[in-house]
């Protein structure tokens, strides 16, 4: 019979690192018959000529890659590499490396050479028969100085304890110090794989909370918590499914997916006054989005999405004219004649059509890459 151990861990590896619902269904929908993915720095034909501004750095099959002018950079090896997040000063990344029963962050060159182990969760060689008192750390990232991982963590665990519920939490710790150093900030909701994505921003921190509604669906929300410990508030409605938070280079737009509670995930935006949301705009509908994140420069918005039905995900852009575009000139009034007033009426000018703004489209970057859905995306200016 499998052990109480065993099937906690099997558990938590589906839970957790699937990281959201939808990605459930996602993965299910990739073709059995379709051409198998290529390594990026193999692909034929290459990425697109059109060229992305900065370094992109993006996981696949276990191994991280950078993006740049056009062409792919294989950082590390095959060996659990994901979810990269760029040190504010963009000296360095942080990384997660997952292993067969826990996982590490680890802090990296941009060029992938390993410069320091920032977490320790497998378990002790004492504990070593206790497959469950591993930890599991996901999606770290720094404060905006550069002192405090933050990251989605399930630990501490009592040695013996039964470990059925698996959850995640939002945990800050100063950089380079032990777990014991560190505090939970928030509180999850048991069983439904806990809260994910800390993103910090001023005043405390945004991430996804994940519960049930009422009909027992589980459905992300986005959240926010200013402080260790406090109960944090809602920033969107279980309605709208939200999560996968990222924050606009000036602060004032958050981009995201929400599922409607739908197999779908549509990429959202919303203004960010540092305490609420805006009203959510939806501006890619049609695809399978999943996590998004903004150009350095503000010029648009990266996200992988399916290249095609059931097909593996690939990397898109789509320019800030598609959700931003820029307002139309006005119409010029007609200015009196020289030569002072008229016995009669000014003639009526012919009206003229407004302009219309061309539709703007995302844009494919990749083809057949297939790339890890669940691991956000890094950039660099």
Known sequence: MISKFLLAVGLAVVMVATSVSSYVYLGSRQSKVAAPV?????ATPR??????????YLAQAGALYSFSAGRFHQLTSEAGWMQPALYPDGSHLVVVRRFASYSDVY???PYGAVTAQLTDNAASARNAWDTGANDWSFYPRL???????????????IVGANYFDVDLAVW????GASIRQGKAWTVANS??????????????????KFSYDQNGNRVGQLWFTNRAGAAGRALTDTSAGCLEPSISPDGNTVAMICTYQKQVSYLTIASWSGASLGPLQTVVKDQLVAEPIW???????AYLAPGGPAAPFQLWWLPRNAYAPPAPSPIPTPSPTPGGPHNGPLPTPTPSAAPVAPVVKPIQITANLGFDATSPLAWSG
Do not use: E, H, N
Request: hydrophobic share 35%; aromatic share 8%; no cysteine.
């Open 295 to 301: 150009a350095p420069d503000g010029s648009g918005i």
């Open 107 to 109: 802090a990296m060159t």
């Open 38 to 42: 290529q390594k990026p720095t193999a």
């Open 172 to 175: 800050a710790l100063p950089l």
């Open 143 to 157: 404060s905006p100085d550069q002192r405090t991982l933050w990251m989605s963590y399930d630990g501490p665990k």
């Open 191 to 208: 069983y439904t794989g806990g809260d994910m994505q800390p993103v910090p921003v001023s005043g405390g921190i945004m991430y996804t």
């Open 47 to 56: 990425a697109q000529a059109f060229v992305l501004p900065g370094t992109i």
